[in-house]
């Protein structure tokens, strides 16, 4: 049987050190971090995961400012927009959550922020300075996977990681972070996706598979190890008429079996999930000292 990886703990226990830090701030007369976020149409998942990281900033004691935009809205009012919270000094970071519409180029949006406000590290700048072992903004979600391994004290060293997936926000910056030098760090990646041969054989070899494709119950026992590490970043929503949300949340990973066969496992809900917004916070507290000296 497999060790639970708590990411709800977890972050729960980063958030808490965020609030103290906030505290300290505030009583010294300073004003607080301050995150906006700009959503573009009404993407029900999208919805979620924004409004869950503005009353996650309401709950530690950072001030958040949500931005709501019609899903009609043009590429160059969507610039403009990013420009004024570009030169808004009362902010220290803001994110625009993706996906955006089709008739919106995501590469363009993204490279118009300023890389001193892209708490998501999603800025080419920002994501080469990762790639070169920099001081940056690391994105959210392969942070807080780092984070998890870091806090349950788990040597990645010298061991073969496989990521699934090479998406620009997940995929892709976790096989340079895990390959990065540090600790957690200098693993062997091997990055698969799509087009990949054989990813049955390669799984099998490795000491930790991080999943981030989006298939639910993809990843099953006898693709794993024994005594892998397995970290689980699928968030599906898979129609269920039981719940009273229609709908329940289902990982990559087929988690009764692969639980089973692991040494560490993510649970979904409840695993990188939780870590993604509490990465999100400690990124705009780090843009709140980076500006502020
Ligand atoms: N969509 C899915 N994950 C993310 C994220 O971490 N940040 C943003 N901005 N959009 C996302």
Redesign the pocket.
């Known amino acids: 049987m497999s060790t639970l990886l708590d990411g709800k703990a977890t972050s729960n226990q980063i958030k808490e050190e965020l609030t103290e830090q906030v505290a300290e701030l505030t009583s010294a007369g300073k004003r607080p971090p301050h995150l906006a976020a700009v959503l573009v149409g009404n993407d029900g998942a999208?919805l979620t995961?924004v409004g869950s990281k503005v009353r996650s900033c309401q709950k530690i004691g950072f001030e958040s400012t949500l931005i709501q935009l019609d899903d009609t809205i043009t590429q160059d009012e969507l610039l403009a927009t990013i420009d004024k919270l570009n030169k808004d000094n009362s902010l220290d970071g803001f994110?625009?959550?993706?996906?955006l519409p089709k008739h919106i180029n995501e590469e363009v949006v993204l490279d118009a922020i300023n890389p001193k406000k892209d708490v998501?590290g999603?800025h080419p700048t920002n994501f080469g300075k990762m790639a070169l072992g920099m001081e940056t903004f690391i994105?959210?979600?392969p942070f807080g996977i780092m984070e998890l391994l870091k806090r349950y004290a788990l040597d990645i060293s010298g061991k073969h990681a496989v990521v699934i997936g090479r998406s620009h926000?997940v995929g892709r910056p976790m096989s340079i972070l895990l390959s990065n030098k540090g600790n957690p760090g200098n693993a062997t990646v091997t990055l698969t996706h799509s087009r990949t041969q054989n990813l049955a054989e390669i799984t099998k070899e490795a000491d930790i598979v991080v999943s981030a494709l989006g298939v639910p119950n993809f990843l099953t026992a006898d693709m794993v190890k024994e005594g892998a590490i397995i970290i689980d970043v699928g968030i599906t929503r898979v129609a269920d008429e039981q719940h009273p949300k229609g709908y329940v949340i289902v990982g990559d990973v087929h988690f009764e079996e692969v639980s089973k066969k692991a040494s560490y496992i993510t649970p979904v809900p409840g695993g990188v999930g939780p870590m993604?917004i509490a990465m999100?916070l400690q990124n705009t507290m780090l843009a709140y000292t980076r500006n502020a000296s």
Do not use: E
């Open positions: 999208s995961y994110i625009v959550q993706l996906p998501d999603f994105p959210a979600t926000i993604t999100l």
